[in-house]
């Protein structure tokens, strides 16, 4: 397929989300009002504990700052394709011929630009009011939000697939968020598990999102380059990670389609 | 012959989920596939739509009509047999085969609520990879050959049944593919906007050179519509033909029904007697009225000569005052046919 058509298909569905979003005007209001709300709360109690964090160089609340804003980022659009597998028009737009990945893609992208519109003001708060210090190595960041974005794409994927079969809850994605929770590094840092689990904070990075904390924080808090050999290591080792992770979730989400496909349960709910 | 769709010995089953007693299903029986009988839907379907000709797939309620929609569309996967459109088989090919045809669900789905008609056919053209210019005036023009003028800008949940169908195939005309598929096409529809609809998809055909494919249990819309008809039931086609050939698969019988006015000397049995015998009458009936008038009811084949009939009656001197003549409906041939088949 041309790349400008799949450019169009993914915009049009991009659009599709703004619309929809932008028709609930006041929902809109209360949920941009919630994140900001939820980050306050958050900063404060870390104000109140704070601690330096010697793995990134940086003060606890910066830490937990960051841990907050990146589950803000990922998290939503890992779990974003839910509301899209609507009943009432799945069927007419896979009609459409549109390819899996460019729907998966298409459907995430509104989310992904929402997100990354929030977390402006996110940051600027803390910045301004907490004072977060930044140490931001720009190559990095860029790699650490590519990296990310093909995690939580994967998951999204995983999602798709189990939730077009199951029709009710993702097993696999709710166990994922609930230990990115636990033992991702999103509230403290993995060093933490250590004291109760041996090795706890090296298993931590069975879980996708570890990858995704850990990378964003290495290349805004810490300042790391890929050119310290250590760095780049790390970065391989997440490169590695996603070239295992997404052929998995594709398969999941193929498996899923074509058993919805087979069972003729597609556009149920 | 190349055949716009040829579907040929299709068997479909689908699994039957056993449910727990509030409707749930087990989530990990439901990933792994565990607790489910089979449920037959397709048993070896075989018919072609030629192309160019409208074409009816019959059938009672859970006959199989809207999985055969849907098998044609590449929605569902099927496990036995072969299904080609325009020549692409569905189970190899199904990115080619969307883009040869289009198909209207049944009911209004298709749609975002809260997108307005026109974001809706943006939407669906992008999909379809339409450029933008070219999409614009393909949803103005349609926007007005479907009389949707002053409802474009209004949000689909305010959409009646009717307005709702015209957009659901105006968004199947975007592409312009040649094969058009329409499951219960005027379902839900009052009747002006159902007449309305059925000529927009005669035109479809008989104006634009369209395929069509419509499954339907309303035998009217069938026998006004379609070029040729199949009737399915329990996934099996168990006629097929024009209308009028199906009419007279069942053997179904002409009446003729005739006030007349005898007249003097020729009574009343010599008169039946005279009708029993033209060709391909099987029974007479006659209700004296008064006087010399005769409520008379002939039944014969469908091909009875009606010529001759009138012939035997006019040259000895009857008065023929009215004459109604009916034949066996497509909705008498699919009772029976059905009926037939469950036995």
């Known amino acids: 397929m041309k790349p400008r058509v799949v450019y169009y298909q993914i915009s049009a569905l991009a659009k599709r989300d703004f619309h929809i979003w932008q028709s609930y005007r006041t929902q809109v209001t209360t949920s941009l009002l919630g994140i900001i709300f939820g980050l306050v709360s958050w900063a404060v109690l870390g104000h109140y504990s704070n601690q330096s964090v010697p793995e990134y160089d940086t003060t606890y609340v910066s830490f937990l700052i960051m841990g907050i804003l990146i589950y803000n980022f990922s998290v939503p659009i890992a779990t974003g394709l839910q509301s899209k597998l609507n009943p009432a028009t799945l069927e007419t737009v896979f009609m459409s ?70 029709k009710q809850a993702d097993p696999i994605l709710w166990a994922i968020i609930i230990a990115q929770g636990i033992a991702s590094g999103m509230l403290y840092p993995l060093q933490a598990l250590n004291t109760y689990v041996p090795n706890a904070s090296t298993i931590a990075f069975v879980i996708p999102f570890t990858w995704i904390y850990h990378l964003i924080r290495l290349s805004t808090l810490a300042g790391a380059s890929i050119t310290d050999p250590t760095i780049a290591l790390t970065f391989l080792g997440a490169a590695a990670y996603c070239a295992v992770l997404l052929p998995i979730c594709y398969g999941i989400m193929k498996w899923g389609i074509s058993r919805a496909k087979k069972d003729g349960t597609l556009g149920w709910y | 012959m190349d055949y716009a769709i040829e579907v040929k010995d299709v068997v479909k089953r689908y699994p039957f989920a056993r449910t727990s007693a509030q409707g749930g299903r087990n989530i990990f029986k439901a990933v792994l596939g565990l607790g489910r009988s089979e449920k037959v839907a397709l048993n070896g379907a075989t018919f072609h739509v030629e192309k160019g000709e409208t074409f009816g797939l019959l059938g009672p309620n859970g006959a199989g009509k809207t999985t055969m929609i849907k098998i044609l569309s590449t929605l ?105 598929l329409f499951d219960e096409p005027t379902a839900n529809l009052d009747p002006v906007s159902a007449v309305r609809f059925r000529k927009v998809i005669k035109d479809l055909s008989v104006k634009r050179g369209k395929t069509v494919l419509l499954a339907t249990h309303n035998m009217y819309e069938a026998q006004e519509l379609c070029d040729h008809i199949a009737i399915v039931d329990k996934g099996r086609i168990i006629a097929n033909g024009t209308p009028t050939e199906v009419r007279r698969l069942t053997g179904g019988k002409v009446k003729i029904e005739m006030g007349v006015l005898l007249p003097e000397g020729l009574t009343e049995e010599v008169f039946v007697r005279q009708l029993e015998v033209v060709p391909m009458v099987s029974n007479v009936t006659v209700r004296p009225s008064n006087d010399r008038k005769l409520r008379v009811a002939v039944e014969g084949e469908t091909d009875v000569d009606i010529n001759a009939l009138l012939k035997t009656i006019l040259t000895n001197g009857v008065v023929v005052r009215t004459l109604e003549t009916s034949y066996p409906t497509l909705e008498d041939a699919f009772v029976t046919l059905t009926t037939r088949a469950s036995q």
């Open chain 1, 97 to 166: 011929g549109l390819g899996r990945v460019v729907f998966v893609v298409g459907s995430l992208t509104f989310n992904m630009l929402f997100t990354a519109a929030t977390i402006i003001p996110q940051l600027l708060i803390a910045l301004v009011w907490f004072g977060v210090k930044l140490d931001v190595d720009y190559v990095s960041l860029i790699l650490s939000v590519l990296i990310s974005l093909v995690i939580v794409v994967s998951l999204a994927m995983i999602d798709l697939g189990v939730k077009v079969v199951t």
């Open chain 2, 76 to 180: 569902l996967t099927f496990e036995q047999g072969k299904v080609m459109v325009n020549g692409i088989d569905v189970l190899r090919d199904p990115g080619r085969v969307v883009q040869n045809l289009q198909t209207v669900l049944t009911g209004t789905v298709g749609f975002e609520w809260r997108l307005t008609a026109k974001q809706s056919l943006h939407f669906y053209a992008a999909l379809y990879g339409l450029e933008r210019e070219e999409a614009e005036k393909r949803i103005e023009s349609l926007i007005d050959a479907m009389n949707l003028r002053g409802y474009e800008n209004q949000m689909y949940q305010r959409f009646s049944s009717g307005l709702g169908r015209r957009l659901l195939l105006a968004r199947a005309l975007l592409m312009d593919a040649p094969i058009l």
